[in-house]
């Protein structure tokens, strides 16, 4: 075998294919659905996946209120943020999370998944998260993602 006539193929802007992706949050453990989806933020999924290149998909989630969490994280998980002033750190648990932004979940939890550079920032705009069965993006026409075939 020859191996000078083979290249190494690097993705850039021009030559990836993004396509739009629905993803059913309903039923679905929020890690196991967090990391699917960032997996197909990043491109991962993909033959051509080049590390610094957003070679992605758009994702969209829809359901984001019906997502399982296992044990009593319901009641323990929290999540802390900042206010900027002494003594500012707020915390709220999973529940009032739920009842004020159900959506704000999956974010979040996505978001963690992604790279913590101007990438990951750039990753996350290509995630659209859905409170409900009807979401905003139907003249992309998304191809339905079933995460149980996904890997």
Known sequence: MDTLSYKTI????????KQWLLVDAEGETL????SKVAKMLRGK???????HVDCGDNV???NAEKIHLSGNKWETKTYLRYTGYPGGQRSTSATELLQKNPGRIVEKAVKGMLPKN????????NL??????THGQEAQKPTVINLKDFN
């Open 10 to 17: 690097s993705a850039n802007k021009k030559t990836v294919d």
């Open 31 to 34: 890690g196991r659905l967090a």
């Open 45 to 51: 999924h993909k033959p051509n996946f080049t590390p």
């Open 60 to 62: 969209v989630v829809i």
């Open 118 to 125: 101007k990438l990951g920032a750039d990753l996350f705009r």
């Open 128 to 133: 659209k998260v859905y409170v409900g069965p």
